[in-house]
T-cell receptor
Framework: GESVGLHLPTLSVQEGDNSIINCAYS??????FIWYKQESGKGPQFIID?????DKRQGQRVTVLLNKTVKHLSLQIAATQPGDSAVYFC?????????????FGGGTRLMVKP | DTGVSQDPRHKITKRGQNVTFRCDPI?????LYWYRQTLGQGPEFLTY????????KSRLLSDRFSAERPKGSFSTLEIQRTEQGDSAMYLC?????????????FGPGTRLTVL
């Protein structure tokens, strides 16, 4: 299949370990954030979201942390599995953006070693 | 499969030709978005519709690009006089849009290659 991103930062982890993927955003007016997973040849797939009135949100095996002071977002994946291998993007929605158009970051490639 | 479909999945064309892509959103979703993604980059917003109304267009959407959603269901994106710089993945997404911050569901994309 085609490659989503050839020159992306890459995080390589051992199967079973925890993964942390980081994202910096620049617009302090952003008030909603989403993490997407994108596999080769596919569109982005929603993982988890968080609003700016929260610092942490947990899903199944995933946790998103938001630090508004330093405009930083992270995605933690517990017990990483080979199926987690993909490119991960953070996206932000800016307050007052009635259409909820998303601004995406540059992405991080996660490689899980068996 | 998110329920959003796009056609074709791949399109190869020669510079100067016109191309048209189609997106079928999830049926009850009233918002539809087009994004463009180049290799190594995240998707970039192009335009969005609420029902049949096109409410926002990015500066990326030159006058060679036009999008329609005539009946508030499927949408088409046409690129006229294609250029090599138009080569990219064109992604469509839809959301319910009745309340703030609805999840956007993405289709598989149409990969355009302009020779």
């Amino acid at each position: 299949g085609e490659s989503v991103g050839l020159h992306l930062p890459t995080l390589s982890v051992q199967e079973g370990d925890n993964s942390i993927i980081n994202c910096a955003y620049s617009n302090s007016a952003s008030d909603y954030f989403i993490w997407y997973k994108q596999e080769s040849g596919k569109g982005p797939q929603f993982i988890i979201d968080i609003r700016s009135n929260m610092d942490k949100r947990q899903g199944q095996r995933v946790t998103v942390l938001l630090n508004k002071t330093v405009k930083h977002l992270s995605l933690q994946i517990a017990a990483t599995q080979p199926g987690d291998s993909a490119v991960y993007f953070c996206a932000e929605n800016r307050r007052g953006n009635a259409g909820n158009m998303l601004t995406f970051g540059g992405g991080t490639r996660l490689m899980v070693k068996p | 499969d998110t329920g959003v479909s796009q056609d074709p999945r791949h399109k190869i064309t020669k510079r100067g030709q016109n191309v048209t892509f189609r997106c079928d959103p999830i049926s009850e979703h009233n918002r539809l978005y087009w994004y463009r993604q180049t290799l190594g980059q995240g998707p970039e917003f192009l335009t969005y519709f609420q029902n049949e109304a096109q409410l926002e267009k990015s500066r990326l959407l030159s006058d060679r690009f036009s999008a329609e959603r005539p009946k508030g269901s499927f949408s088409t994106l046409e690129i006229q006089r294609t250029e090599q710089g138009d080569s990219a993945m064109y992604l469509c997404a839809s959301s319910l849009g009745q309340v703030s911050y609805n999840e956007q569901f993405f289709g598989p994309g149409t990969r355009l290659t302009v020779l």
